[in-house]
């Protein structure tokens, strides 16, 4: 059901303004099989290539692969992972819809950093996950036999993964845009609670990207041929956007506390958080290879609320909790 409505609300003429040079690849995309993981994966990170290269700044593609390699080689270890380069475009799609029949006024070079990339720091958290199930597994059984040894902690260590060019701070800027958005939460504080804990690949992600285009930034700004297309009023304007989107994006009720995501004030993170929490269809686990299908979910859109209807109840009450973080337009998450 959500992917013919899809399929047509997004005409060619949309595809081709976010710079997409084949929109039929993306109608055979959304029409694949699930169970064909290995051909959708390699459609989504064509296409994805092909969406970012348009751009002729952001030469991140050769990390999407490595992403999905990596995904791909791991599976074995971890059985409830997701597919993230389809998850991702997915996501980059459902927000194009609501982009365009609400008038979120969010560009279209932004939507694209922010959907296409919000999870492209995952292999870190699922590197983190494993070392703490081995760390785990020493801990039980040292435990189970007696001793009196002290229990072991691997730790996390991302150095430097905050430092930009010039002596400048990825969290400190953060920090700014966040502010700007009324959002009052201390990102330096739940980076370093992570770091110590759980985590959290929305704020991996959203460093790594910024760091990245950072450097991309700070080499082409000082050359006079490409000073006007890498402007830093830009970066400032959409990059960091950006990356405070994605680093809001996986964050719960309890990293937010009582901060919502507004609408009018922070319209590209309200349109992640929405389009991804709402792409849950056709997400492969270890005890649904095909994920949940579409066909049991549906959105019906009028000039001022969204209704996103889910037929597995379980489910409707875990996505309707992910969107109370959001507020200023009317969202409503019904089962049928």
Not at 19 to 48: C, H, M
Not at 59 to 79: H, P, V
Not at 170 to 176: K, M
Request: charge should be neutral; hydrophobic fraction near 35%; charged fraction near 30%.
């Amino acid at each position: 059901m959500i992917k013919q409505q899809i399929l047509n609300d997004i005409t060619d003429v949309d595809l081709m303004d976010y710079k997409i040079s084949n929109p039929g690849r993306v109608r055979y995309f959304l029409e694949l099989d699930p169970l064909n993981q290995n051909i959708r994966r390699r459609e989504a990170l064509k296409i994805t290539k092909d969406i970012l290269s348009q751009h002729g700044k952001i030469d991140i593609n050769e990390y999407l692969y490595e992403l999905s390699r990596t995904e791909t080689g791991i599976k074995a270890l971890q059985e409830k992972l997701r597919d993230h380069a389809v998850h991702s475009l997915n996501t980059f799609l459902l927000g194009i819809v609501f982009n365009n029949k609400f008038n979120f006024n969010v560009g279209k070079f932004r939507w694209k950093l922010a959907s296409l990339l919000h999870d492209i720091g995952y292999p870190i958290q699922i590197g983190f996950n494993l070392q703490k199930e081995v760390e785990n597994n020493i801990n039980n059984l040292c435990e189970k036999l007696g001793g009196y040894s002290p229990k072991t902690n691997f730790g996390v260590c991302l150095n430097k993964l905050d430092l930009l060019s010039n002596n400048r701070n990825s969290l400190d800027i953060i920090q700014g845009r966040l502010n700007d958005w009324d959002i009052g939460i201390d990102a330096r504080m739940l980076f370093e609670d992570f770091k110590a804990g759980k985590l959290d690949h929305g704020i991996i992600s959203a460093l790594m990207v910024m760091k990245v285009v950072d450097s991309y930034y700070e080499k082409n700004s000082n050359r006079e041929e490409t000073r006007l297309n890498w402007d830093l009023g830009n970066y400032y304007k959409d990059v960091v956007d950006a990356c405070t989107a994605i680093f809001l994006h996986n964050l719960k009720d309890k990293e937010l506390g009582r901060c919502k995501i507004c609408f009018d004030k922070a319209p590209l993170a309200f349109l992640l958080k929405l389009s991804d929490v709402f792409q849950d269809w056709e997400r492969p686990s270890f005890e649904k290879p095909k994920g949940i299908p579409s066909t049991e979910y549906w959105y019906e859109i009028s000039d001022s609320q969204i209704i996103y209807y889910v037929k597995n109840k379980e489910r409707c009450k875990e996505i309707q909790k992910e969107t109370e973080v959001l507020e200023g337009f009317s969202v409503k998450v019904e089962d049928w």
